[in-house]
Each structure stands twice: as structure tokens, then as C-alpha cells.
Nanobody
């Protein structure tokens, strides 16, 4: 059974850091792309970052602050978030993509499995 388990969220002050984890089971990370998305109250889910076959992509709003990485031995994808801002507050989800053209990494229909989400709150 394919499962994604997102964790690592929490409350952090502006300028702080968090590392999110997306633990995968039921499939090998090598075979699929994994994306991180976030959804703030009243807003649509938006793409934050994506990793596949050594390629990494970031939304403009997080470039230079967030870093995506993958540990195949642990079958886990990480999102290191530094210099956090209040506007980064959202529920963060990881998703598994299928047959996704890299230029469309933000496109939700290509994601067939999702983790349950983890809350990130940036506030003083």
C-alpha cells in the first residue's frame, strides 16, 4: 500500500527554521517525483518544491530559503526551511507524482498520492 507520512511541522518565530520529513512506504522513491505543497486558510494549495531524478525545483517565494533533499536509504524526502516568514504559515503536504513533465511540477492533477499534512506556523 502506498503511503506518505509528513511530519516536522510546528510553531516557530520569524527567521527560524524547521525541517519537514515525508516518509514513503509501498514504493521506492527512485521511481517517482515527490512534491511539497502548502495550503493556507482560504487559499488554494500551491507548489513549494519538487524533486526527481536529481532535479530540484522551487517556487520563487521560497528560493534561497528552502532546500529539498532525498534519502533513498530511508525512503524519505526532506524540506529544510530557513529564514521562515509569517507568510509561510500553512499546512504542508507531500505528494507523489506520476508521469509528470518537470515544467508542470506545480500541477495538482499529476499527484496521485498525498500525505496527511503537517501544520507550520510562523509567528512571534
Amino acid at each position: 500500500e502506498v503511503q506518505l507520512q509528513a511530519s516536522g511541522g510546528g510553531l516557530v518565530q520569524p527567521g527560524g527554521s524547521l525541517r519537514l520529513s515525508c516518509a514513503a512506504s509501498g514504493f521506492a522513491l527512485d521511481d517517482y517525483g515527490i512534491g511539497w505543497f502548502r495550503q493556507a486558510p482560504g487559499k488554494e494549495r500551491e507548489g513549494v518544491s519538487f524533486i526527481n531524478v536529481g532535479r530540484k525545483f522551487y517556487a520563487d517565494s521560497v528560493k534561497g530559503r528552502f532546500t529539498i533533499s532525498r534519502d533513498n536509504a530511508k525512503n524519505t524526502v526532506y524540506l529544510q526551511m530557513n529564514s521562515l516568514k509569517p507568510e509561510d504559515t500553512a499546512v504542508y503536504y507531500c505528494g507523489r507524482a506520476s508521469r509528470l513533465p518537470f515544467s508542470l511540477w506545480r500541477s495538482l492533477p499529476y499527484y496521485t498520492y498525498w500525505g496527511q499534512g503537517t501544520q507550520v506556523t510562523v509567528s512571534s
